[in-house]
Nanobody, 122 residues
Framework: QVQLVESGGGSVQAGGSLRLSCAAS??????MGWFRQAPGKEREGVGV???????TLTTSAKGRFTISKDNTKNTLYLQMNSLKPEDTAMYYC??????????????????WGQGTQVTVSS
């Protein structure tokens, strides 16, 4: 089990930007991802980045968000630009892929951080 700690959330106006960080206890040789959950909704995938550094973003994030990692700091990042009110949610990072290929599916991950809140106002 990998220990994960998210940070960087906050409140911004529509069109603004935020950069989320996820500090991990382990290395970044395996699949890691970002997910989000809004009140009353199920947790959904934002994107993942795998062993070979290939990022995969969900449709809502493409063109606006970027997933990256810093192996020297064991930190995963989510750069969010052009934020929209519908991006408002608790954002979580995840690790320890249990099965399948590296993809943004919540049920595929075993380890989760406590989350960081992102609020986008109109």
């Amino acid at each position: 089990q990998v220990q994960l700690v998210e940070s960087g959330g906050g409140s911004v106006q529509a069109g603004g930007s935020l950069r989320l960080s996820c500090a991990a206890s382990g290395s970044f040789t395996s699949c890691m991802g970002w997910f989000r959950q809004a009140p009353g909704k199920e947790r959904e995938g934002v994107g993942v980045i795998g062993k070979y550094g290939i990022p995969t973003l969900t449709t809502s994030a493409k063109g606006r968000f970027t997933i990256s990692k810093d192996n020297t700091k064991n930190t995963l990042y989510l750069q969010m630009n052009s934020l929209k009110p519908e991006d408002t949610a608790m954002y979580y990072c995840a690790a320890d892929l249990a099965y399948g290929s590296c993809r943004p599916l919540p049920t595929a991950f075993k380890s989760w951080g406590q989350g960081t809140q992102v609020t986008v106002s109109s």
